[in-house]
């Protein structure tokens, strides 16, 4: 693949779309950016994750979820820090084989890969994660405000997902939809899903076509690198 520059890494563009439960009044939603048509999608190694324990329950993903983490992003150059910290408190104090998501967005709108996508995610609530392709945004949106660049990059490893797997974006759902136990994804990142923001934006790049490409080794590398200098 051909090298891709900082700029290019970070031309990610998506919104989010969903009917969530427990929502109310909630505000009108627009794209403030057309989706990107290509991106890249950054390898385990460049963020450090562990390796995966054995196990885990094999499963066929058929429907997309969208979580957050709950736990304020102010600093993007940490995203790095934070994957490997949600690796280590899954493994060692949950005991699950590994990070509990597929993919994650960090507030750049850059897309991280990280729990291998043929074993189902895990979930501290209580819904069964068998078929959902799992996706964080990292941040508290109950507290932050969901960036353009983070729903851009949602958005288009939500329409890599739909081709990867044969899904359609009617099965998009968020955290709180698949259980009202929670308020994940927060409140300004479910405003997206209600108002049908996101499933516009995945739809758009799935109609103009678009790409998501794995990124590893030493670019990946310099690409996380520039990430945590700020640049």
Not at 9 to 27: C, E, R
Not at 34 to 57: K, T, Y
Not at 81 to 96: I, N, P, S
Not at 115 to 120: C, F
Request: with cysteine.
């Amino acid at each position: 693949m051909e090298n891709l520059n900082r700029r290019d890494v970070l031309k990610f563009s998506s919104g989010l779309g969903l009917m969530a439960l427990g929502v109310s009044a909630a505000p009108a939603v627009t794209s403030a950016s057309p989706p990107a048509a290509s991106g890249v999608m950054l390898c385990r190694d460049a963020w450090g994750a562990r390796p995966a324990r054995a196990g885990g329950r094999p499963h066929t993903i058929d429907r997309m979820t969208i979580h957050h983490s709950a736990v304020a992003l102010p600093d993007n150059r940490q995203i790095a820090a934070r994957l490997r910290q949600h690796q280590r408190y899954h493994q060692d104090d949950k005991g699950w084989v590994d990070i509990a998501y597929h993919a994650a967005v960090d507030r750049e709108g850059n897309i991280f890969a990280l729990r291998d996508p043929a074993i189902a995610g895990d979930t501290a609530t209580d819904y069964d994660t068998t078929g959902h392709f799992l996706v964080l945004c990292e941040g508290n949106f109950d507290e932050e405000t969901v960036t353009d660049a983070q729903l851009n990059g949602a958005a288009l490893v939500f329409a890599w997902a739909t081709k990867q797997f044969g899904i359609t974006t009617a099965t998009l759902a968020s955290h709180r939809e698949v259980t009202p136990v929670t308020s994940c994804p927060g409140g300004d990142l479910e405003a997206h899903l209600v108002s049908g923001d996101l499933k516009r934006r995945i739809d758009d790049l799935l109609a103009s076509g678009f790409a998501l490409n794995p990124v590893c080794g030493a670019q990946a590398e310099r690409i996380v690198a520039a990430i945590q200098a700020g640049r």
